[in-house]
């Protein structure tokens, strides 16, 4: 089964940016939905934008103007650019696969914005 990895977190002050990516392990069959989730201990995880194997891609909250979602289809990654990073953003990052097999979630991967 694909398995997931998400890097590029980490430790960034009030204001700045990071662009985590995720990995699959392997190609994806088409067609596929990839998303990017956050999760703050105690709250539910939400998903923050999601890109599809065709191509489209949309986001689920405010956050769109500070986060920017790609992929790379070709070698079944993405991206997540988040800019202007307040504290608020401080959560667990996560990556999600939906495709013909089920659902996939990444380990995650800690932002923390903190100056």
């Known amino acids: 089964q694909v398995q997931l990895k998400e890097s590029g977190g980490g430790l960034v002050q009030p204001g700045g940016s990071l662009r985590p990516s995720c990995a699959a392990s392997?190609?994806?069959?088409?067609?596929?939905?990839m998303s990017w989730h956050r999760q703050v201990p105690g709250n539910q995880r939400d998903m923050i934008a999601y890109f599809t194997s065709s191509g489209t891609y949309d986001y689920a909250g405010s956050d769109k103007g500070r986060f920017t979602i790609s992929g790379d289809t070709t070698k079944n990654t993405m991206f997540l650019q988040m800019n202007n990073l307040q504290p608020e953003d401080t959560a667990v990052y996560y990556c999600?696969?939906?495709?013909?097999?089920?659902?996939?979630w990444g380990q995650g991967i800690q932002v923390t914005v903190s100056s």
């Open positions: 392997e190609s994806i069959l088409k067609p596929y939905v």
């Open positions: 999600r696969l939906s495709d013909g097999h089920g659902v996939t």
